[in-house]
């Protein structure tokens, strides 16, 4: 099959790697790429050895496909541009800045019969997918995204910027079950928006999970727990790694000295990968109609509807 014939709107610190990887895909023939700033298009364009187009429509015209890695205040704008015209769309998240916005692209997308893939890159992260396997009945998640400031992603709140991702992780994990209440405070700190929060949602099934999200931080920290009656989860997305401890089946009768007589300590490992790299490969093949999309704009939505009601409980609070 002939390469699909993709182009980058948005090249800057992510839209950046989106070109890079793109331009070496075997099954895609990165066509061009566009930003408003047009010397950094010209050189990333320059870069990946493709071309920079100065006007978005001239792009559109000629692409099947395209990623969309542009603030969050222009993805429903740029996502409609690509969607009216029946191009496929992988859209960074958070899907949109709005509910209203997110429908108008779901809409969109369904009305031409086309693509709409959302951007929630930790899907593909390695201990993510070494863990899928142990999975069974999550009753509770923990979860801590501690980040240091950056100017870049400021244009939103860290529900938007940082927490979304855990919040995505969290509904896919646990089977997409209804919230039923969500509880929150987090506070500004170095922008207008917020910071830095904390948020306690909990599921219709019982389920309970605590959020915390920091975009103010010394340190770089990613890292989900979950417990099941099964056994615990512990994962550093970090690092790709994590471990499954759960109870032996052939532990002995008589009382136990130590943990490692009752618990057995499982490593979770999955092949060395880029997870951005994959996602991007894994749009390219539902382009394609080898794959389905691996988070829906309906996904995405529901990433995004939790998110602006952590951000409502804060406000109520």
Do not use: C, W
Request: hydrophobic fraction near 50%; avoid cysteine; charge should be neutral.
């Amino acid at each position: 099959m002939r390469p699909v014939p993709i182009g980058v709107i948005g090249v800057g610190a992510l839209g950046q790697h989106h070109a890079r990887h793109l331009a070496a895909f075997a099954e895609a023939k990165l066509v061009g790429v566009h930003d408003i700033d047009h010397a950094r298009g010209e050189r990333i364009a320059a870069g990946v050895g493709t071309r920079f187009f100065s006007d978005v429509e001239r792009l559109l015209a000629e692409v099947e496909a395209v990623t969309v890695a542009v603030p969050t205040a222009v993805h429903g704008s740029v996502g409609l541009a690509a969607l009216d015209r029946g191009r496929a769309v992988l859209m960074e998240k958070p899907l949109a800045g709005s509910l209203a916005e997110a429908d108008a692209l779901i809409d969109a997308a369904s009305r031409q019969g086309t693509l709409l893939q959302v951007g929630h890159v930790e899907r593909f992260n390695r201990a993510v997918r070494a863990a899928r396997p142990y999975l069974t009945d999550p009753r509770y998640f923990e979860s801590t995204r501690l980040a240091p400031f950056q100017p870049r992603g400021t244009d939103v709140a860290v529900l938007l910027d940082l927490m979304i991702h855990d919040l995505d992780l969290i509904l896919h994990l646990g089977g997409g079950a209804a919230v039923t209440e969500v509880r929150a405070s987090g506070v500004p700190v170095l922008t207008p928006l917020i910071d830095i929060a904390n948020a306690r949602v909990e599921f219709a099934t019982g389920a309970v999970a605590n959020i915390t999200a920091s975009r103010v931080a010394r340190e770089r920290v990613r890292k989900l727990r979950v417990f099941q009656t099964s056994g615990y989860l512990s994962l550093d997305l970090a690092a790709g790694s994590g471990v499954f401890m759960r109870l032996k089946e052939d532990r002995a009768a008589a009382a136990p000295t130590s943990l490692a007589d009752i618990v057995e300590v499982i490593p979770l490992t999955a092949p060395e990968s880029d997870a951005l790299g994959d996602e991007l490969a894994s749009f390219v093949r539902s382009v394609r109609g080898r794959d389905q999309a691996v988070v829906t704009g309906a996904e995405g939505r529901a990433a995004l509807a939790l998110a602006l009601r952590v951000g409502e409980a804060i406000a109520a609070g």
